[in-house]
């Protein structure tokens, strides 16, 4: 069965450094994976998607995941930190060929200025 | 083009109730999931419907919870006899297709307490 792991359920940056939030994943077939969003009282928002296409995926607001099979990671990082960037970031796998998302418990960015 | 419609936003429920989520996909789309979250947790799978049909609802509590999708309408989550346990925020999505890769558009949740 597929799971995710979000080593870090607090990470704090300064504006204007590397943001680096880190997912592992366990899954017996190829996975599809995602990094979501969520901000205060809101729903969830897709960043950014792997879908066995280009292993480095962009995605919106200059983010950017890496797909690595050796190290079963897909870790999201950002060059620069934007104070509109703390938020809480969940990585999500999908179980087998459904679109039944298996979800982390997530990692708090907080951009101090 | 309206997104995903979750309402209430809020929904306070005392013990014993019933709380009645309501959720309208995007337009377009028939595929619909239920999510919970609770407190500092991620987001745990509930239900997946279809119109007129539950796909799976393997992440469903056995007893007080179900779910429906008519022909017409939204979607409805219902939960009877609500506990304080039954606190969380609650999140649907919809997708256009199936298959694994399309990811879900997600509403803004209804964060349903139990006093």
């Known amino acids: 069965a597929q799971s995710v792991t979000q080593l870090g359920s607090h990470v704090s940056v300064s504006e204007g450094a590397l943001v680096l939030l880190r997912c592992n994943y366990s899954?017996?077939?190829?996975?599809?994976l995602f990094w979501y969003v969520q901000y205060p009282n809101q729903g969830l928002q897709l960043l950014l998607k792997y879908t066995s296409a280009a292993t480095l995926v962009k995605g919106i607001n200059g983010f950017e995941a890496e797909f690595k099979k050796s190290e079963t990671s897909f870790h999201l990082t950002k060059p620069s930190a934007h104070m509109s960037d703390a938020a809480e970031y969940f990585c999500?796998?999908?179980?087998?060929?459904?679109?039944?998302?298996?979800f982390g418990t997530g990692t708090r960015l907080q951009v101090f200025p | 083009n309206a997104g995903v419609m979750q309402n209430p936003r809020h929904l306070v429920r005392r013990r014993g109730q019933e709380a009645r989520l309501r959720c309208s996909p995007m337009k377009g789309h028939s595929h619909v999931y239920w999510y919970r979250q609770l407190p500092e947790e991620g987001l745990k799978f509930m239900v997946y419907?279809?119109?007129?049909?539950?796909?799976?609802e393997s992440g469903m509590p056995k007893e007080r919870f179900s779910a429906e999708f008519p022909k017409e309408g939204p979607s409805i989550l219902r939960i009877q006899q609500v506990v304080r346990g039954d606190s969380a925020a609650y999140f649907c999505?919809?997708?256009?297709?199936?298959?694994?890769?399309?990811?879900?558009?997600f509403g803004s949740g209804t964060r349903l307490t139990v006093v």
């Open positions: 999505a919809s997708t256009r297709e199936t298959g694994g890769s399309y990811g879900y558009t």
């Open positions: 999500a796998v999908s179980e087998g060929n459904t679109d039944k998302l298996i």
């Open positions: 419907l279809q119109k007129e049909n539950i796909i799976d």
């Open positions: 899954s017996s077939v190829p996975p599809y």
